[in-house]
Structure formats: structure tokens, C-alpha cells
């Protein structure tokens, strides 16, 4: 067992897989060489060469694009795209193609295929580096998109990504790139896609998040508790499935809920959480769900902070759920 | 570039069985987009159409020459390289129509044919979308060590977008097996090559790459066939991409909503009468002495039964049963919402 931080559980990750099976290669902008912006690829090339760890150029529809030909021909290709920010340049090719490519041949094709990117804020990255666009993915039928927050489950949602047979977008927050470090065990274990985290079990408000802003939800849940109010945490951790089962059994249970997430508000997955929970729960809600997102700005430089959701700004959303 | 017309056309040594199927391929794409064109004005075909009446060498030229192994990626208007793989009439009429005996069991419609037993990845029809898709074969094609070419076959509009431009240099940068093929039929839509394109010659833009091209008479089969040949040894023997570029004519408009009136009747009429691809090649057999009038006639008429009996089936198939719609977007049933 070692402890890692989330960037250092994802290289080993790597590593594993293309060591279990050799259709599993690695291409994307800086990846060999340099090991990945981020080094989430570092010490790959030198243990897997240049067939299995490919540096391209700065060509996002054809890194994704050639990631589909692979995968459909056998491979299972793991795309970096350095920041998520640089997914729209390819986001034809994961949209028009890897996600309906299944659909478009009657099941005769398939895209089993991992696009991996750095995503969120907290860096003071500025517009083109922090954004969270995990929803443009989430209304993409055909795509599978997971969100992770801890180096364990890094590892174990990784390996569920790379064996999917279908496409997979895998966020990861940088911000917690190497916030944290964690025992992560060394065997071979998978944490399947679409099941949530409880997080902190709980029994007056479920409060769900994902991704970047983790922290805090989890920050907000200490400070409830202080006050003697008991919350419960669901960290999604993927987006598409989500895990409705959980969060309509937790919210079930405490009739009050906050959604928390770094992207912006409009159209995001928090709404549409919101809507099912709205749908299937009405009449056991004591009070409507209430969401901390980002803002509907582009991402802002200066106010970095302000744009993700703080401790405060979700406990004040807790209150507003608890008082109503 | 290459041509028959000077007299040189080592494909005239093929056997005559071939040298009739290829012509009887061209008959039946052109019989079959009629037949489509009809059934549409008729409210049997929905939405989009695309027909590629006077393009037939192409599609039956290049495919001639492709091992059974290769890759086929293509634009939207597929239907003429569906029928050149030799898929079954009645099952392409099918997905015209929408039916669950169609290729793709209805789903795609005109311009997404594809089938699996053939190495047809399909038509795509976002204009440029599809090569990065083509690149990525010829790299599994690499690493797996099995000498199949990926051929990307694309339109002039196609070379101004941007993953061309990266496909090109991805390709040629790493080597792969990739026969870019551009039809160039003159005409993006409605625009114009001139007017859409810096570079007037399509293969011109090959040389960016340092991918070796060539341009070929697309009107005439055993040309494209020739050429073909040549760029699929050439990716095949591991030298990389090679460029294709097929000069060729649409017949009929863009789409079936296409007043054309950017082109003038007076060149339609010329391309019809001087550079039919069917006719020229039906000519170009007699006076070698490989076929007699008869025998094309022969051909004719059982085509016209081929797209009689694929139009029936078509129209008699049962319509997709509603309950399958959300099938094969995942490979198993996922709730998400």
C-alpha cells in the first residue's frame, strides 16, 4: 500500500493497465516526453516506448478522432487532453463520432475508449484553463463520464474506464491534483462507474457533490455537525450514469437537499439532479433542493475564489434548506 | 495525371468477368440513385438525400482495387460505395427508407451506411469529421502490424476545415497506412472550388504534408482503379499516406432540395454528354473488343430487376419497432436520467 497523491495514483494507473493488456495505449499533447503537463503520464514512455505512449502535436480533433479508429479496430486507446479547456477543438470528434458511433451502426461498432482531462478551477488558470464542461458531455448520449475526487478512487474508476466498452470522459479536478494524499492499495481493484460515494452518513440534509469542490462540501459537513446538525455527503463521482438510486434513498431519508458543484448554474448537471429529485420525491421534500454552483460568467481570473463554491456559500444554502 | 485517353491502361488486361463487374456496379449505383430520387418525390425517403449519379467510377474504380482487409471511412454521400462493396441492394434501399432491415437497422438513413463484415466504418456527415477516424485505423493498423490501408474518401469542400489539415500531417508525420482520396467534384454545396479554396488543384495541398499525390481522371473507372492500385501499394509497403485526388462531376444537385443555380445548364449538359463515366467506359470495352452490345444490354436488364426487387423489399420491410430506440447507445441499458 503507498500513499499518493491523485496525480501519482492515475500514472500508476496507467502503468497497471497497459502492463495487464497491451491494446491499452496512451496518446495526447506532451505525454511521453514530458510526462503529461500535469505528469499524471510521467515514466510511461520509458517503461512502454514510443508504439504505446504516443506525443502528438496540438491536434485535438485528430488526438480524440484517432482515438475512435483505434478503438473501434480493437485498441483501447487513453486520450489525454492536456486541459479540459482544450476539448472544444475536438469536441466534434467525441461528440459526432465516439459517442454515436454504437448507436449509428446498430451495435457493430464501438469506442471503447478513456478521453482523460485536467478540469475545474482553483488554479487562477483564467478563462481557457478551469473550466468545468462536464456538462456538454452529460447531454451527449453515448458518452460515460466520471468526475473523481480522491486519489482511491482515481485509481479504482480509471481501470472501470479503461475496461468499458463504451467511451468514457474522465475529469479530473487539478486542483486536487496533489491537495491530498491517500493510502491508495496496490492491488487490482475497480470502483465500478455510476455508483456515489456516501461521503459522511447523515440523517437532516444530503448535501451532494463532485469533483473539485469536494472539499468544501466535506469542510460544510464538519461545520454542520459542530452546530449539531447531521448531513448526509453523496459524492456522485460519475456524471453519466449517476447514481439515482443513492441520491433518491438519501434524499428519501432527510427530505433536504444542497447540490454543490464549480461548474456554472445554467443547464448544469446540479439542475438536472434537482428536476429528477423534484419529480420522484415531491411529496416527501420539506423543503425545495437549493444549488451552489459557479457562476454563469466565463471563468473569472481575478475572482477565482469567489467562483467556486465556498464552505460559506454552502452553508448558507444548507440553512436556507433547513429553515424553510 | 492518369488517364486512358492516352492510350495507356494496363487495367484493360483484367480479366473480362472483372472488367463487366465493374461496369455492372456503375449501372447499379446509377439505376439505384434514379430509383432513390423517385422513391423520394414519392414520400417513401425522409429528410437528406445525396445522390451520386456521374461520380459511380470513383467509388467502383477505388473499391476495385482495395483488398477485402482495408478500412473504408466516407463522406455523406455513400450510398454508390455501399453498392461497389457489393452490399446488398434491397438492405441500402432499406435504410433509405427507414427500415429495420435496413444496414444499420433504419437508425443512419442516407448518410450513415456502414457495415461491419466489409470494413465499412461508415458515412459521415460532418464535412471533414471523418478522417481523424481514418488516421486512427491506420495507427491501430501500425501497431497491430497487419498492412491494411485506411482509405478517407472526402470532397473538395473537405480540405479547408480543420481536421483535415490535421489528419494530413498526423498521417504523414507517423507513417501510416491512409489513402486520402478527394473527389473533387467541383462544388462544395453551392460554392464553387474557386471560390472555396485557395489552391485550385486539391492535390497541391498534399505537398504541405510531404505526402506524395497524384490527380486522376474520376470519370474514368480503369484510371481510378490504376491509381488506386499504385497509392494502396504505396501506404501497403509502409512509405506512408499518399493523396488521391479523383476529378469528377455530379450529375444531379447537391441534395434533392438543390435549385442549382450556381451552375450553369449548359455545363451540366456537357459533363452528361461527354463525360458519363458508364458510357465512356461501355465505349471504351467495345472498342477494345472485351464486350459486345449484348452483353451490356444482359447487364442492364438484370439491374433494373436488382433495383426493382430492392425498392419491393424496402418497401414491404417492417418499420423499426418503437421499443428498440434506445438501444445500443451504451453497451448495456444505462438509466441516466
Not at chain 2, 461497389?84 to 437497422?105: I, N, Q, W, Y
Not at chain 2, 501497431?143 to 476545415?161: C, P, Q, S
Request: glycine share 8%; charged share 25%.
Amino acid at each position: 500500500m503507498a500513499t499518493l497523491t491523485m496525480v501519482q495514483a492515475i500514472a500508476r494507473t496507467l502503468a497497471e493497465e497497459m502492463s495487464r493488456d497491451e491494446r491499452v495505449v496512451v496518446l495526447g499533447e506532451d505525454v511521453g516526453k514530458r510526462g503529461g503537463v500535469f505528469l499524471a503520464t510521467e515514466g510511461l514512455l520509458e517503461r512502454f516506448g514510443p508504439d504505446r505512449v504516443i506525443d502528438t502535436p496540438l491536434s485535438e480533433a485528430a488526438i480524440i478522432g484517432a482515438a475512435v479508429g483505434m478503438a473501434a479496430h480493437g485498441l483501447r486507446p487513453v486520450a489525454e487532453i492536456q486541459f479540459a479547456d482544450y476539448i472544444f477543438p475536438g469536441f466534434d470528434q467525441l461528440a459526432t463520432q465516439a459517442a454515436k458511433l454504437r448507436y449509428r451502426s446498430g451495435g457493430q461498432f464501438t469506442a471503447p475508449m478513456v478521453v482523460r482531462m485536467p478540469s475545474g478551477g482553483g488554479v487562477r488558470g483564467g478563462h481557457h484553463h478551469s473550466q468545468s464542461p462536464e456538462a456538454h458531455f452529460a447531454h451527449t448520449a453515448g458518452l460515460k463520464v466520471v468526475v473523481v475526487s480522491t486519489p482511491y478512487d482515481a485509481k479504482g474508476l480509471l481501470k472501470a474506464a479503461i475496461r468499458d466498452d463504451d467511451p468514457v470522459v474522465f475529469l479530473e479536478p487539478k486542483r486536487l491534483y496533489r491537495a491530498t494524499r491517500e493510502e491508495v492499495p496496490d492491488d487490482d481493484y475497480v470502483v465500478p462507474i455510476g455508483k456515489a460515494a456516501v461521503r459522511r452518513e447523515g440523517t437532516d440534509l444530503t448535501i451532494i457533490g463532485y469533483g473539485t469542490s469536494m472539499p468544501e462540501v466535506l469542510k460544510a459537513g464538519d461545520e454542520l455537525a459542530k452546530a449539531g446538525i447531521s448531513a448526509e455527503i453523496l459524492d456522485l463521482r460519475s456524471l453519466v450514469p449517476w447514481d439515482i438510486e443513492a441520491v433518491m434513498r438519501s434524499v428519501a431519508k432527510t427530505g433536504r437537499v444542497v447540490l454543490v458543484a464549480d461548474a456554472p448554474r445554467l443547464s448544469g448537471v446540479l439542475g438536472e439532479i434537482a428536476a429528477t429529485i423534484a419529480e420522484e420525491l415531491f411529496d416527501q421534500m420539506l423543503a425545495p433542493p437549493v444549488r451552489v454552483a459557479g457562476f454563469d460568467t466565463p471563468y473569472p481570473y481575478a475572482q477565482d475564489k469567489l467562483y467556486l463554491p465556498t464552505v460559506t456559500r454552502i452553508l448558507n444554502a444548507a440553512k436556507q434548506v433547513l429553515e424553510y | 495525371m492518369t488517364s486512358t485517353v492516352d492510350g495507356r491502361s494496363p487495367g484493360l488486361a483484367l480479366p473480362k468477368s472483372e472488367l463487366l463487374e465493374m461496369y455492372r456496379r456503375m449501372v447499379l449505383i446509377r439505376r439505384f440513385e434514379e430509383a432513390a430520387a423517385e422513391q423520394y418525390a414519392l414520400g417513401k425517403i425522409a429528410g437528406f438525400l445525396h445522390l451520386y449519379i456521374g461520380e459511380e467510377a470513383v467509388a467502383v474504380g477505388a473499391i476495385h482495387a482495395m483488398d477485402e482487409r482495408d478500412h473504408l471511412v466516407t463522406h455523406y454521400r455513400d450510398h454508390g460505395y455501399a453498392l461497389a462493396l457489393g452490399l446488398d441492394p434491397g438492405r441500402c434501399m432499406a435504410e433509405l427508407f427507414g427500415k429495420s432491415t435496413g444496414l444499420v437497422g433504419g437508425r443512419g438513413g442516407s448518410m450513415h451506411f456502414a457495415d461491419a463484415s466489409k470494413n465499412f466504418w461508415g458515412g459521415y456527415a460532418i464535412v471533414s469529421g471523418h478522417l481523424p477516424i481514418a488516421v486512427g485505423l491506420g495507427l491501430a493498423s501500425q501497431y497491430l502490424d497487419e498492412r491494411r490501408v485506411a482509405v478517407a474518401i472526402f470532397g473538395d469542400g473537405a480540405t479547408n476545415a480543420g481536421p483535415f489539415h490535421e489528419s494530413m500531417n498526423l498521417a504523414a508525420l507517423w507513417k501510416l497506412p491512409v489513402l486520402f482520396l478527394c473527389e473533387n467534384n467541383l462544388y462544395g454545396m453551392g460554392t464553387a472550388v474557386e471560390h472555396a479554396s485557395a489552391v485550385r488543384e486539391m492535390a497541391r495541398k498534399a505537398c504541405a504534408y510531404d505526402i506524395p499525390a497524384e490527380r486522376v481522371d474520376g470519370q474514368d473507372v480503369l484510371a481510378v482503379y490504376e491509381a488506386t492500385r499504385a497509392a494502396l501499394e504505396h501506404c501497403r509497403s509502409g512509405k506512408g499516406p499518399f493523396f488521391l485526388e479523383a476529378l469528377t462531376y455530379r450529375f444531379r444537385g447537391h441534395s434533392m432540395a438543390d435549385p442549382e443555380m450556381y451552375r450553369s445548364k449548359e455545363e451540366i449538359e456537357e459533363y452528361r454528354r461527354q463525360r458519363d463515366p458508364i458510357v465512356l467506359f461501355r465505349n471504351r470495352l467495345t472498342q477494345e473488343g472485351k464486350a459486345e452490345a449484348a452483353e451490356f444490354d444482359e447487364i442492364d436488364r438484370e439491374i433494373d430487376e436488382v433495383v426493382a426487387a430492392a425498392v419491393r423489399f424496402a418497401d414491404e420491410s417492417p418499420d423499426p419497432d418503437p421499443e428498440t430506440v434506445t438501444d445500443y447507445v451504451y453497451a448495456e441499458p444505462v438509466r441516466v436520467s
